[in-house]
T-cell receptor, first 110, second 111 residues
Framework: RKEVEQDPGPFNVPEGATVAFNCTYS??????FFWYRQDCRKEPKLLMS???SGNEDGRFTAQLNRASQYISLLIRDSKLSDSATYLC???????????FGSGTRLSIRP | DGGITQSPKYLFRKEGQNVTLSCEQN?????MYWYRQDPGQGLRLIYY???????QKGDIAEGYSVSREKKESFPLTVTSAQKNPTAFYLC??????????FGPGTRLTVT
């Protein structure tokens, strides 16, 4: 079993829709969590950190469920420009071990 | 402007040649990382360094070497021992235990 797992998608949704995807992790010692966005043939860019209480940044909401060991990303009122691959990242307390999920591909259609 | 630079953006080499990829950061980050990404795949950690003159192997270090002589620089050498060197190489930096920031990457093609 992979340490960090994501549904690869693709998720194909119409503009304006709400879309959510999860990422599960296997090691309960995980300390920090992040969502990155990666456009085709570009580097990953930090989208948001994920805090225990959940956090929101505009149309994006991230949640952490430690009991079930997953994090989620919700995108409201999706835009064409949201089309990208979203990477889930888990950091362990050793601070040296950081695991990237393989990504979930999202495609927004007009 | 603070950031991470990688050069070159595209690199072509013949099989059997060693090649060195550059990574420089002016963010004053202690930790630097090298990843490899293959088409449709996630990132895999090659090497990382948390402090000058020290570095550790990641999950796929075989066929690669690094040095960390300066805080700002973390070059990666892809040696002829690496069996499948063609890939997208990403360098990142960050404070240990915090989020990482990536350079624009180098696409290496070996024929």
């Amino acid at each position: 079993r992979k340490e960090v797992e994501q549904d690869p998608g693709p998720f194909n949704v119409p503009e304006g829709a709400t879309v959510a995807f999860n990422c599960t992790y296997s090691n309960s010692a995980s300390q920090s969590f992040f969502w990155y966005r990666q456009d085709c043939r570009k580097e990953p860019k930090l989208l948001m950190s994920v805090y225990s209480s959940g956090n929101e940044d505009g149309r994006f909401t991230a949640q952490l469920n430690r009991a079930s060991q997953y994090i989620s990303l919700l995108i409201r009122d999706s835009k064409l420009s949201d089309s990208a691959t979203y990477l889930c990242v888990v950091l362990y307390s050793s601070a040296s071990k950081i695991i990237f999920g393989s990504g979930t591909r999202l495609s927004i259609r007009p | 402007d603070g950031g991470i630079t990688q050069s070159p953006k595209y690199l072509f080499r013949k099989e059997g040649q060693n090649v060195t990829l550059s990574c420089e950061q002016n963010l004053n980050h202690d930790a630097m990382y090298w990843y490899r990404q293959d088409p449709g795949q996630g990132l895999r950690l090659i090497y990382y360094s948390q402090i000058v003159n020290d570095f550790q192997k990641g999950d796929i270090a075989e066929g690669y070497s690094v040095s960390r002589e300066k805080k700002e620089s973390f070059p990666l050498t892809v040696t002829s021992a690496q069996k499948n060197p063609t890939a997208f190489y990403l360098c990142a930096s960050g404070a240990p235990g915090y989020e990482q920031y990536f350079g624009p990457g180098t696409r290496l093609t070996v024929t």
